[in-house]
Nanobody
Framework: VQLQAFGGGLVQAGGSLRLSCAASGITFSRYVMAWYRQGPGKQRELVADISSGGTANYADSVKGRFTISRDNAKNTVYLQMNGLKPEDTSVYYC?????????WGQGTQVTVSS
């Protein structure tokens, strides 16, 4: 199983970034896909997830600013991040899960300057 995350970078507050995560080695359409993040000195937290049927859930801190989506034909999940804030600075990780099986990608750094 491989989850490759792309799209992180440095952006000014108020800016936008789009993260992508390409999955291989799993039947992508059957998995819940999620984005987590871990800031400096903080625990890893769920940012958003999306079910196999396309139902999305968001952390309160990102509601209205971030949008998670998936393309089952491309085995890819996306996270569109708008209105970025300095507190969004974190390493963002892609995750796939189904029943007791959970897989993690390598993470991509997002840094938001004030």
């Amino acid at each position: 199983v491989q989850l490759q995350a792309f799209g992180g970078g440095l952006v000014q507050a108020g800016g936008s970034l789009r993260l992508s995560c390409a999955a291989s080695g799993i039947t992508f359409s059957r998995y819940v896909m999620a984005w987590y993040r871990q800031g400096p000195g903080k625990q890893r937290e769920l940012v958003a997830d999306i079910s196999s049927g396309g139902t999305a859930n968001y952390a309160d801190s990102v509601k209205g600013r971030f949008t998670i989506s998936r393309d089952n034909a491309k085995n890819t999940v996306y996270l569109q991040m708008n209105g970025l804030k300095p507190e969004d600075t974190s390493v963002y990780y892609c995750n796939s899960r189904r029943a007791a099986v959970s897989n993690w990608g390598q993470g991509t750094q997002v840094t938001v300057s004030s």
